[in-house]
């Protein structure tokens, strides 16, 4: 049976509350570790890929906290550079880099790469674990588009002010709400996890 309580695997408020608008009507009630009075312990992302590294941060935290919990890993990947950042997505431009030092690096390293070579997409994994630790269910989700040479829209957090979304010819800081509990990859995974453990359709 899915858990009654799940715990946001994350510090980030606008991952939560882009989880809370995806997933609401769940018959499961969405905390944070502030609500629930925790502290998330540290995570080693060790793994090959980002399905390892949601896994390892859901089945650690889940431990550590006894509650059933939800854990994203999300990276951006960038045909012209090979898929990167990739893993490095959160820290491109160093293990404390600030958003504007990470978009900066990847304008630099796309400099002189034309609009028709800078695509792009965002890949989310997530995995739900049970209070035990033992996974329950994982799901994936991205969105494709391409980089822009600059910013567009203040929505959003991290590289989202840079990616225009194909589907929608706006930047990801462009979206609205609606749209964005339609098409970001946080979205269509979650999308994935209604189904799979609830099965609900969003």
């Known amino acids: ?39 998330l ?11 390892e590294i949601a896994r390892t941060k859901a089945v650690t935290i889940a431990q550590a906290c006894r509650c059933a919990a939800l854990a994203d890993d999300t990276v951006l990947e960038v045909d012209a550079l090979q898929g990167r950042p990739g893993l490095r997505t959160a820290r491109y431009a160093g293990k404390h880099a600030s958003r504007e030092a990470n978009c900066q690096k990847l304008l630099a390293e796309l400099t002189g790469v034309p609009d ?12 739900l674990a049970g209070p035990d630790g033992e996974p329950l269910a994982s799901a994936r989700g991205e969105c494709r588009g391409q980089i822009l040479t600059a910013a567009e829209g203040t929505g959003g957090f991290g590289y989202d002010a840079f990616f225009w979304v194909a589907a929608t010819g706006c930047s990801m800081a462009a979206l609205d709400d609606p749209q964005r509990r339609r098409v970001t990859h946080r979205a269509r995974a979650s999308q994935r996890l209604l189904e799979a453990t609830w099965g609900l359709r969003s």
């Open 116 to 127: 028709g070579s800078r695509q792009a997409r965002f890949v989310c994994c997530l995995q």
């Open 41 to 51: 312990p540290a995570v080693v992302e060790d793994g090959a890929n980002s399905a």
């Open 1 to 39: 049976m899915p858990p009654s309580t799940i715990l946001l695997a994350t510090t980030n408020a606008h991952k939560v509350a882009e989880f809370r608008a995806c997933l609401a009507g769940i018959p499961a009630r969405l905390v944070t570790a502030e609500e629930l009075g925790v502290r």
